[in-house]
């Protein structure tokens, strides 16, 4: 059975984690997860290897009730609709849902249903603009069949919760990869003190990147130890979506150059943004809410004080590193929480080897260079 990172003394950094270690962690942020596994390899039905992965904000209105909001790509080769608003206006009218690129349409119709089925005005006052962004899992999944289905979408949004979230194989990460081995859903969380009050920053990954050679772990070249392992025609990338929430109160241009940060995470994982790979970082605060309506159409809202002296010790630095380490950490939490997995055509995605894995970490030292 897999493991979490820290679990096998793999966390990254000195910052302290939440409770559960994950998004969750941030108040009033829920994650919801629907698995659909259908189909037996070799068998006569369509293999399905799929799922989907909903992140909340707060468990209010958001079409009212929006949220600062802020996007960046490390690589731009994916799909985060509603991405244009974002930028546009700064803010998140809407839950974030992970799922498989095939499904990006019908995900994006149906949360502008479930959205407007929550609220009389939606399509009236406003239109309903979707959150919704993928990875593509055919390697594993049987893209052809089209196996996702609307309750599969509304069941994720439905049972979206606090506390503890799944990870590996498991909602959006069912059929993904990550180093070609199995990859998945991976979270963790960092607490921070800013102006002696503490915040918290939680990160949700949805894996599906880099080449068995890249993977590094704590820096050490464990890809290349393990490329003896790689089966052939195993999957290469195929994106990273990462999901940034906090407390911290922080407007849109703030939140940009925070989620621009995940990309040190992914990195120092081994990523190297690949061609054929979208890696796309959406960073939400959830300190303010911003209403579509009031007695007055000023707001006054509480924020991280930005452009301070830096030669005095910048406290958005501290947000700056818990988003690289955690977003590291639930890199590592998919890689090693997920499960050999078979799929289509005969496909497989392994697991990666713990016991070696651990066993070449403990003895690795880096080379002594003259």
């Known amino acids: 059975m897999g493991d979490r990172a820290r679990n096998l003394g793999l966390g990254?950094?000195?910052?302290?984690?939440?409770?559960?270690?994950?998004?969750?962690?941030?108040?009033?942020?829920?994650?919801?997860?629907?698995?659909?596994?259908?189909?037996?390899?070799?068998?006569?039905?369509?293999?399905?290897?799929?799922?989907?992965?909903?992140?909340?904000?707060?468990?209010?209105?958001?079409?009212?009730?929006?949220?600062?909001?802020?996007?960046?790509?490390?690589?731009?080769?994916?799909?985060?609709?509603?991405?244009?608003?974002?930028?546009?206006?700064?803010?998140?009218?809407?839950?974030?849902?992970?799922v498989d690129t095939t499904h990006i349409g019908m995900a994006y119709d149906t949360l502008a249903r479930w959205l407007t089925a929550a609220d009389p005005t939606v399509g009236d006052l406003d239109v309903a603009m979707p959150v919704v962004t993928e990875c593509d899992d055919g390697f594993l999944n049987d893209n052809r069949s089209f196996g996702l289905q609307p309750q599969h979408v509304v069941a994720a949004l439905d049972g979206a919760s606090s506390g503890h979230v799944p990870e590996g194989a498991v909602g959006s990460g069912t059929g993904t990869q990550l180093f070609e081995f199995k990859g998945g859903v991976g979270t963790s969380s960092r607490i921070i003190e800013i102006g002696g009050e503490p915040f918290t920053v939680g990160?949700?990954?949805?894996?599906?990147?880099?080449?068995?050679?890249?993977?590094?772990?704590?820096?050490?070249?464990?890809?290349?130890?393990?490329?003896?392992?790689?089966?052939?025609?195993?999957?290469?990338?195929?994106?990273?979506?990462?999901?940034?929430?906090?407390?911290?109160?922080?407007?849109?241009?703030?939140?940009?150059?925070?989620?621009?940060?995940?990309?040190?995470?992914?990195?120092?994982?081994?990523?190297?943004?690949?061609?054929?790979?979208?890696?796309?970082?959406?960073?939400?605060?959830?300190?303010?809410?911003?209403?579509?309506?009031?007695?007055?159409?000023?707001?006054?809202?509480?924020?991280?004080?930005?452009?301070?002296?830096?030669?005095?010790?910048?406290?958005?630095d501290l947000l700056f590193e818990a988003v690289a380490d955690a977003t590291e950490e639930a890199s590592l939490n998919a890689l090693f929480s997920a499960q050999t997995m078979p799929g289509r055509d005969g496909h497989v995605l392994h697991a990666i080897p713990l016991d070696q894995t651990l066993e070449f970490l403990e003895h690795w030292h880096p080379p002594v260079r003259p």
Not at 25 to 36: A, E, L, S
């Open 203 to 316: 990160v949700l990954v949805n894996t599906n990147y880099g080449h068995r050679h890249q993977l590094r772990i704590h820096g050490a070249p464990v890809g290349e130890h393990l490329r003896d392992t790689l089966r052939p025609g195993t999957q290469k990338e195929g994106s990273c979506i990462v999901v940034i929430a906090t407390d911290v109160p922080l407007h849109p241009g703030q939140l940009r150059r925070v989620a621009r940060r995940a990309d040190a995470g992914l990195a120092r994982t081994g990523s190297c943004a690949n061609d054929g790979s979208g890696e796309i970082s959406l960073a939400f605060s959830t300190a303010n809410h911003i209403p579509r309506e009031g007695g007055s159409p000023i707001d006054t809202v509480p924020l991280l004080r930005g452009g301070q002296f830096w030669t005095a010790g910048a406290p958005v």
């Open 12 to 98: 990254v950094g000195s910052l302290p984690t939440g409770p559960q270690n994950a998004i969750t962690d941030v108040p009033d942020v829920r994650v919801g997860v629907t698995t659909v596994i259908e189909g037996d390899p070799g068998g006569s039905d369509p293999v399905v290897r799929s799922g989907v992965t909903a992140i909340l904000p707060h468990p209010g209105n958001l079409f009212r009730e929006r949220v600062f909001a802020g996007v960046s790509a490390f690589n731009g080769y994916g799909m985060l609709t509603g991405s244009l608003v974002i930028d546009e206006w700064g803010l998140l009218n809407s839950p974030i849902v992970i």
